[in-house]
């Protein structure tokens, strides 16, 4: 198998059922992984970012709590509902 490149190993997300157990990183249900869009408005560049991963697990399992880790070693935790 292939060696995974860096930074595509550094856009993806763990997915948690709730804020406490992504907090502690205890119990993940899945993982997800980050695209970027680069779009043009009013002639400035911008860039949306997508989270991207399977709908048996963010809604079916419910483990929509993100959880990212940062370039710090620190952890950033978004909360989502399943329907989100």
């Known amino acids: ?13 763990y997915l948690y059922a709730n804020r406490d157990n992504a907090l502690q990183g205890k119990s993940p ?3 997800g992984f980050i695209v970027s869009h680069p779009f043009e408005d009013d002639g400035r ?3 949306q970012h997508y989270g991207v ?4 697990v963010a809604v079916n399992g419910g483990y929509s709590v993100v ?5 710090d070693g620190g952890v950033d935790v ?4 399943p329907e989100d």
């Open 45 to 47: 560049l911008h860039v």
């Open 78 to 81: 978004f909360e989502f509902s």
């Open 53 to 56: 991963s399977n709908w048996h």
């Open 1 to 13: 198998m292939p060696r995974v490149l860096p930074g595509v190993i550094e856009g993806v997300f």
């Open 67 to 71: 959880r990212l880790n940062t370039r």
């Open 29 to 31: 249900g899945g993982t």
